[in-house]
């Protein structure tokens, strides 16, 4: 006759694993690299919508969408990258575009276009359903 092993539940065997001295020094390790992460890309949003002189109010007056989500984006761990073209076109950024180097070459990728629709109004929503975000000031066009 074999013998089954014993149900236990998910909580108790996580205790039991996290009693244990490397495993919690593991868990520690684990967790504070994650929280550095997040901090290091909360910072690199709030630092683009900073350096345009921008409230999360204010960018989220220009992005159609309540400060609360301009909050929750700068806190997220993954974007659309349409969602941070919206994102980088309300901060004001020109050209964005994302860098990196594979086998000692850098290779540029642009990042769409955000998704608005250029002949509507702020706050309009489009035929799909998009808000427009405000450009913010404009500069003087030359003749």
């Given at each position: 006759m074999v013998e089954q092993d014993k149900f236990v539940r998910g909580n108790d065997r996580l205790k039991a694993m996290l009693a244990e001295p490397e495993t919690a020094a593991a868990v520690r390790?684990?967790?504070a690299g994650m929280d550095q992460m997040n901090r290091e890309y909360r910072m690199s949003l709030a630092a683009i919508r900073q350096a345009a002189n921008l409230t999360q109010v204010e960018l989220a007056s220009r992005?159609?969408?309540k400060q609360s989500a301009v909050s929750t984006l700068e806190g997220r761990q993954d974007l659309l990258l349409s969602t941070l073209a919206n994102y980088l076109a309300a901060a004001g950024a020109s050209n964005p575009r994302v860098v990196v180097t594979v086998a000692g070459h850098e290779v540029?990728?642009?990042l769409p276009?955000?998704?608005v629709h250029p002949a509507r109004p702020p706050g309009v929503k489009d035929e799909e359903g998009h808000i427009r975000p405000d450009p913010g000031p404009r500069s003087p066009s030359r003749s």
């Open positions: 390790d684990i967790r992005m159609g969408i540029e990728y642009a276009q955000p998704t």
